[in-house]
């Protein structure tokens, strides 16, 4: 059976036999502990040797115990340190804590309380380190670096994201389900100067329109039925980060009023509130729905869509940006591969890849990961081949183009749709579409500027 390693605490007194009687106490306590009897020695071995705390004498010859503990700062500031002074040295003692002490004790003391006081300080690094270890795991998680690809939508992506991260401007995500929008938010937070900040996520079409105000703002005691205690809403558990409000066009209007007013004055009243509570939270926003019709429609409001259309981004579909596929799937194949460490499957072959780039995604990068995983977990060989992937990528093939039905439509209109069609099947590249169209490049630029101002007419 394995036990963790006992805290290894070095002792430091210019009387070394106190020094000694506290480290012998400390052993008795389940403790590692090393007993020197002057600043400077204990300086050289903590240069040498591995130290989780430091207990040490303030007034000492030579090194004392105000510039052991500046040293044991700058070489691991994460090592609580624990002073222990005379009675008549409290304001240095009390200068320590300013100096990044954890605590001190006045002699005489009992070994009981240095060991309370050595367990609080140990249990607390180890927590500031466990978080700084998940912080770093989730910017490296989340940083622009992992959005994987290479295609040119994605380049330009990377690049709109660099730019706009380390702003407080609302952001609007949209495209398509599956393309990303939540992880895109995520990279935002992550890449911000909020990243140290809280991160919360709130789906809009997931909470009942009763309780999303009360979610989001908070409430006071007996605001309604059931309200036996005040609660803190997701903005203010938002506040000095980001608070991503996924689906913002499943919104009810009522609130979106509510929404807007958060923005302008940058405060929040709780329900059942007279008073308004100032909130620091940068808003980041996303939806698969087309936010100018829902306007037009007057299912949302303009003011606020023109609030949070500050900086407006658009992921592009998966069959926009073909190219990342194979990309994809060796990302997604590691990931599953080291979920199920027992499986088969290496790689997808040529004839698998072929297929798979020929089909249209309508679930985007998401029914990419899934048709991973169950690839990964259902495979009996080594090389996925066609009749291994999943029947609905077998059913559908790529369209290959727009289809001719409804009503005939003149040929000036076909003519603009198809070019903004091409445009986004080749990922936005004009200068490619028009050589594929056969076109010059103000042509084109002319079709798609008739085919935008026709589709923002109401």
């Known amino acids: 059976m394995l036990t963790e390693p ?9 009387n070394l036999e106190m020094a000694r009687t506290i480290a012998e106490g400390l052993e008795d306590r389940e403790y590692e502990a090393v007993a020197l009897g002057s600043g400077r020695r204990a300086l050289e071995w903590l240069a040498q040797h591995a130290c989780d705390a430091l207990v040490t004498d303030l007034r000492m010859s030579g090194l004392d115990g105000l510039g052991l503990l500046a040293a044991s700062r700058k070489q691991a500031p994460e090592r609580p340190v624990i002073v222990m002074t005379a009675y008549s040295a409290v304001d240095t003692a009390v200068e320590s804590i300013r100096q990044g002490a954890y605590h001190y004790l006045t002699k005489p003391f009992k070994l009981d309380e240095l060991a309370i006081f050595l367990s609080r300080a140990l249990d607390e690094a180890r927590v500031r380190r466990e978080a700084s270890a998940l912080k770093t795991t989730l910017r490296e998680r989340y940083s622009r670096a992992h959005l994987i690809g290479s295609s040119a939508p994605m380049r330009a992506l990377r690049d709109l994201l660099e730019r706009i991260a380390d702003t407080d401007s609302p952001v609007l995500i949209g495209g398509e389900t599956g393309t990303g929008k939540g992880l895109v938010a995520r990279v935002i937070h992550t890449d911000s100067k909020r990243a140290s900040g809280p ?16 979610e989001l703002f908070g409430h006071e005691r007996g605001a309604f039925t059931g309200a036996t205690a005040s609660r803190k809403g997701l903005f203010a558990e938002a506040d000095g980060g980001t608070l991503f409000l996924d689906e913002i066009g499943e919104m009810p209007l009522s609130l979106q009023a509510k929404l807007l007013h958060v923005l302008e004055a940058e405060s929040i009243r709780p329900v059942g509130s007279n008073k308004e509570q100032k ?3 940068r808003i980041l926003v996303a939806t698969h729905r087309d936010l100018p019709t829902a306007v037009r429609k007057g299912s949302f409001r303009e003011d606020l869509f023109y609030r949070l259309d500050v900086v407006a981004i658009t992921l592009p579909a998966l069959r926009h940006r073909r190219e990342d596929i ?12 080291a979920r199920h460490p027992d499986s088969r499957v290496e790689k997808f072959g040529l004839d698998a890849l072929g297929q798979l780039g020929r089909y249209d995604w309508p679930g985007n990068v998401r029914e990419l990961a899934h048709m991973v995983e169950r690839t990964v977990i259902l495979g009996r060989d080594s090389e996925v081949a066609v009749a291994a992937l999943p029947e609905s990528v077998l059913r559908k093939e790529h369209a290959g183009g727009p289809t001719f039905e409804g009503e005939v439509l003149p040929m000036r209109e076909l003519q603009r749709r198809y070019a903004a069609w091409a445009v986004a099947q080749l990922g936005g590249n004009k200068k490619r579409t028009a ?20 589709g923002a007419q109401p």
């Open 6 to 14: 006992k805290a290894r605490v070095l002792v430091v007194d210019d």
């Open 199 to 214: 991160f919360i996520t709130v789906n809009c079409a997931a909470i009942p329109e009763a309780l999303l105000e009360s």
């Open 279 to 281: 909130v620091n939270v």
């Open 326 to 337: 194979p990309e994809l799937l060796a990302h997604f194949l590691k990931v599953q591969r």
């Open 435 to 454: 050589e594929r169209l056969e076109l010059d490049q103000k042509t084109l630029a002319k079709l798609l500027a008739e085919e935008e101002e026709a």
